[in-house]
Nanobody
Framework: QVQLVESGGGLVQAGGSLSLSCAAS????????MGWFRQAPGKERDLVAA????????FYADSVKERFTISRDNAKDTVYLQMDSLKPEDTATYYC????????????????WGQGTQVTVSS
């Protein structure tokens, strides 16, 4: 079983950047496809980006395309989410998640979750 810990959240002005990290322990991250999700108050938890085990395939929600970049370093057991040109509507708690099968866009397909990190974008 893998444990996930997110870091890197914070408060940033609109147009700014943040870089989130998700560090894994317990098992090697290389066997898991990974996703970054976000949840704003009163809303569902939605997929932001996902990446395959090797990093060769990625998926982005339309709302973050061209602004966010997901990547991974399996040697460091870490997944990253680089967020640029941030907007107030990006404000949410961001979660990383892992699944042992292929990349998925569905929240229900992910088996392991971190505790989340808060991102707040001020206008």
């Amino acid at each position: 079983q893998v444990q996930l810990v997110e870091s890197g959240g914070g408060l940033v002005q609109a147009g700014g950047s943040l870089s989130l990290s998700c560090a894994a322990s317990g098992r090697t991250l290389s066997i898991y496809a990974m996703g970054w999700f976000r949840q704003a108050p009163g809303k569902e938890r939605d997929l932001v980006a996902a990446i395959s085990q090797s990093g060769g395939r990625t998926f982005y929600a339309d709302s973050v395309k061209e602004r966010f970049t997901i990547s991974r370093d399996n040697a460091k057991d870490t997944v990253y989410l680089q967020m640029d040109s941030l907007k107030p509507e990006d404000t949410a708690t961001y979660y990383c998640a892992a699944r042992q099968l292929d990349l998925s866009r569905s929240r229900e397909d992910y088996d392991y979750w971190g505790q989340g990190t808060q991102v707040t974008v001020s206008s």
